[in-house]
């Protein structure tokens, strides 16, 4: 627990007669990119507004940064949340908004560089700054949203759907900066519907149902629980035909050739896909891609919490 | 922190064209009033510090209605319009938030009193009244204000609607200022008189009526009148206090 950016013990909130958390437990270390999954209703922004010290627990206990869930003003300075509403001022600007948050954090009135330039242009709104949020895309409002949560460069962020509403571009373009920033070493829990996107950028992911953890663990711990097999999608510049199958012919499945793109799924664990990787490096044909499967999350989420609100 | 908190509601609610309307809809108001008073052949046979007296609760009623709708939305919105949770999810302190909140809306106070100024100034003319009349309307004036938006925003806590918020501090203003509808023989009840000497709006204007009708012009002379007027900001702070107790309880985000 000591080296936990964010602990969680036996959390509850319920609202009325509904258990929004029931008995939530949660280790999140630093500078991991923690993934959290659940179904609509699972409880995941409760959990993520109880973390950043918004809504109190009924019961249970949370440690985030060292810091209980009732101390909302000392978690602030360490966190940074891009909250599931999307409120803004939109009379403002996005330079005015940055800058009356960089006030409320102390950071304007300090000695150092003013951080909302910078900022601005690392989420890509540069040329934009001085119009009014009223006027931006949902898209755009996503983006100032997290520079807001990265005002006060936090050593923890907690983001709720953060890539919601931005194209493809802009999917990459965020993702790509979230992991700049772990590799700073900032502690990223992200929760997402977007399953590709949480195995894609996340060490370890845990998946709630109904308040209750159903899991939590790498990619390979949540396959085992699922009763499932690895599978990894690998993508080659050439024809899928030329492909060494070999005693590996079994295991290639869901097989898509688009011009000189081929795309298939290898069903086996990490050192088979390895094997079959030297086997076409030898025979000269190129890796494009090389991913665990995303539809492969898809199942173990769709199985996972079907066990979990079953159970 | 509770500056930049201030200038940012003085942006949202008072240097907007709604914060403009609302001067000019006050001054319009006050330049009727003003006109009929000195124009009209019946207003003017009363007694000039009658008229000051009339003039002087236009002002005061005119100010109550204004500062308590724009109040109603001033803390509420943020719940409305989503934006609560990014503010409270920096470190600024909920105390912070509600004074800067309070102190916008007595900053529509002062400037609906500034524009009311020319008006008392033109009015009182040729008595010896302008300075006891602008000085009085100002701390009446600021003292049942400042109990009002502290009891509003109080009730902004507990509603986090501005519609809910609105229509319960209507009916608060509604009920202090019934008295001036009671007859002469309700008005005499035991009940009515108990209700006077701690109803913020008849102790304003019991208190203008003794500076400008009785030319009882020291505070000492009028300190009966404001004690219950910081007896009504005192009990609405405490209300406030208890509210931001419940608030917390239920958590800065509520679920919807």
Redesign the interface.
């Known amino acids: 627990m000591a080296d936990a950016a964010i602990a969680v013990k036996k959390l509850c909130k319920s609202?009325g007669e509904v258990k929004?958390v029931d008995g939530l437990e949660l280790n999140v270390q630093k500078g991991e990119f923690f993934g959290f999954l659940g179904p609509n209703g699972a409880g995941k922004t409760?959990t993520i507004?109880m973390l950043?010290?918004?809504?109190?627990p009924d019961r249970g206990e949370i440690a985030i940064g060292g810091f209980g869930a009732r101390e909302?003003?000392?978690i602030?300075?360490l966190i940074g949340?891009v909250?599931e509403?999307?409120?803004?001022?939109d009379?403002m600007t996005a330079n005015e908004y940055l800058s009356?948050?960089a006030?409320?954090?102390?950071l304007r009135s300090s000695r150092g560089a003013n951080p909302v330039p910078a900022l601005l242009d690392q989420v890509g709104l540069k040329g934009r700054q001085h119009s009014a949020i009223g006027t931006y895309s949902r898209g755009m409002r996503q983006r100032l949203?997290l520079a807001?949560a990265l005002l006060n460069s936090p050593q923890i962020l907690l983001l709720d759907e953060p890539t919601l509403g931005l194209d493809p571009q802009g999917q990459e373009d965020i993702q790509n900066l979230l992991r700049a920033l772990n590799r700073s070493g900032v502690t990223i829990f992200l929760s997402s519907h977007l399953l590709h996107e949480v195995s894609d950028l996340c060490s370890r992911i845990a998946i709630i149902a109904k308040g209750r953890l159903v899991v939590q663990g790498t990619l390979r711990d949540l396959q085992q629980k699922a009763d499932l097999k690895e599978a990894y999608a690998i993508k080659i510049r050439g024809a899928l035909a030329d492909i060494p199958r070999g005693e590996f012919a079994s295991r290639i499945t869901r097989e898509e050739q688009a011009m000189e793109v081929g795309e298939f799924v290898f069903e086996g664990d990490l050192a088979g896909a390895n094997a079959l990787i030297d086997r076409m490096h030898q025979q000269g044909i190129p890796v494009l891609e090389f991913r665990p499967d995303r539809d492969n999350l898809t199942e173990i989420f769709l199985s996972l919490t079907q066990a979990g609100s079953d159970g | 922190m509770v500056n930049t908190l201030w200038l940012k509601e003085i942006r949202a609610q008072v240097y907007t064209w709604k914060g403009t309307l609302w001067l000019l809809i006050a001054a319009l108001l006050f330049s009727f009033a003003s006109y009929l008073m000195l124009t009209d052949k019946e207003l003017s046979l009363l007694d000039q510090t009658e008229l000051l007296w009339m003039l002087s609760k236009i002002i005061l009623g005119t100010a109550f209605l204004i500062v308590s709708i724009d109040a109603s939305s001033i803390l509420a919105a943020e719940f409305e319009h989503e934006t609560a949770e990014s503010l409270f999810l920096s470190p600024v302190k909920l105390n912070a938030v509600l004074f800067a909140k309070w102190l916008a809306s007595l900053t529509l106070w002062l400037a609906l009193f500034a524009v009311a100024v020319p008006y008392m100034v033109v009015t009182s003319s040729g008595t010896r009244l302008a300075f006891p009349f602008l000085g009085y309307v100002l701390l009446l004036g600021t003292l049942g204000i400042a109990g009002m938006t502290l009891l509003i925003l109080g009730i902004s806590l507990l509603f986090r609607s501005s519609k809910n918020t609105l229509t319960t501090s209507l009916v608060i203003l509604l009920a202090l200022s019934a008295p001036g509808l009671f007859s002469s023989t309700l008005k005499a009840s035991g009940l009515a008189q108990i209700f006077a000497r701690f109803n913020p709006l008849d102790n304003i204007f019991e208190a203008l009526d003794n500076v400008l009708v009785d030319y009882q012009l020291s505070l000492l002379q009028n300190g009966r009148y404001l004690w219950p007027l910081l007896l009504f900001g005192a009990a609405a702070f405490a209300f406030l206090f208890v509210s931001v107790r419940a608030f917390r309880r239920q958590g800065y985000i509520k679920h919807e």
């Open positions: 609202y929004a409760t507004r950043a010290g918004l809504i109190p909302r003003e000392k602030s300075r949340v909250p509403s999307r409120g803004f001022y009379w009356f948050f006030s409320l954090y102390g949203g807001r």
